[in-house]
């Protein structure tokens, strides 16, 4: 599955999280915080957790793009990627391809 998100306008983490919550669906009681990421993010693979909207298969991989990430912004890139690799790890301890692939342009 392929997925695009632009982070053009993302200059804070609650920025970024309101970006992501609507751009996946999460549910209006999203945390927006680094823990509530990385379990709906993780629950992509598991439609019936209601979590994302955005959903894959059991052996899918969700190709998703970043365009115009914010580099310079720590926070950020701190909280995205960390929870990005959480995910992943949980599917390789689930003995499972990683569910995301990241791509930034």
Same mark, same amino acid.
């Given at each position: 599955?392929?997925?695009?998100? #632009? @982070? /053009?306008?993302?200059?804070?983490?609650? /920025?970024?999280? %309101? /970006?992501? =919550?609507?751009?996946?669906?999460?549910? #209006? @009681?999203?945390?927006?915080?680094?823990?509530?990421?990385? #379990?709906?993010?993780?629950? %992509? !693979?598991?439609?019936?957790?209601?979590? *994302?909207?955005?959903?894959?298969?059991?052996?899918?991989?969700?190709?998703?793009?970043? =365009?115009? @990430?914010?580099?310079?912004?720590?926070?950020?890139?701190?909280? @995205?990627?960390?929870? %990005? =690799?959480?995910?992943?790890? =949980? *599917?390789? !301890?689930?003995?499972? *391809?990683? *569910?995301?692939?990241?791509?930034?342009?």
């Amino acid at each position: 599955m392929e997925m695009v998100i #632009d @982070f /053009k306008d993302v200059d804070t983490a609650d /920025k970024m999280h %309101i /970006k992501l =919550k609507h751009a996946f669906g999460f549910p #209006d @009681f999203y945390g927006a915080n680094i823990h509530a990421l990385i #379990d709906c993010l993780g629950d %992509i !693979r598991y439609p019936e957790y209601g979590m *994302s909207e955005v959903t894959i298969g059991e052996n899918e991989v969700l190709n998703l793009t970043i =365009k115009n @990430f914010p580099y310079e912004n720590d926070i950020i890139i701190n909280i @995205f990627f960390l929870a %990005i =690799k959480y995910v992943n790890a =949980k *599917s390789i !301890r689930n003995e499972e *391809s990683p *569910s995301i692939h990241l791509i930034l342009v």
